[in-house]
């Protein structure tokens, strides 16, 4: 069971999201948001843009220095991981098989992806497990 009901994404931090995504097309974009939750909702207060290592079209490996600077300035600001983000720059917001086998988080976090169709982005978020997805409740505001 996931251990949020509902992601709400501050309207800054959505866009710097789409924004990170449209400057690495082709390349898919990778990072985390963190914050705080309760009584079931998780609010982003922070985006940390992480590189791919990948340098990829079609998948996204974490730089682990990123990766590391990201849980230390979490740790010390008191924030949780709430979702990993991530861009499709060719194909709809929706978990690839890749995305699915690649999960080392279980259904603990949200994985937010934005997706390009028609050169527009959209934005869905997603809980995924072992061999399956559903869409998680996420709200801008």
């Known amino acids: 069971m996931p251990p949020f009901l509902r992601l709400v994404i501050p309207v800054a931090i959505h866009d710097d999201v789409i924004g990170h995504a449209q400057q690495q097309w082709p390349r898919e974009c990778c990072g985390l948001l963190a914050g705080r939750v309760a009584d079931g909702i998780a609010v982003v207060s922070a985006r940390y843009p992480i590189i791919n290592d990948a340098t990829s079209a079609t998948e996204y490996t974490t730089h682990p220095p990123d990766m590391l600077k990201a849980f230390r300035a979490m ?67």
């Open 75 to 141: 740790r010390t600001a008191g924030h949780e991981l709430l979702a990993i983000y991530h861009s499709h720059p060719m194909s709809e917001p929706v978990p690839s098989p890749r995305d699915i086998a690649g999960n080392t988080y279980g259904e603990t976090v949200v994985h937010l992806i934005v997706g390009f169709v028609n050169s527009l982005p959209q934005v869905r978020g997603w809980w995924l497990s072992a061999t399956a997805f559903h869409e998680a409740a996420c709200d801008v505001m």
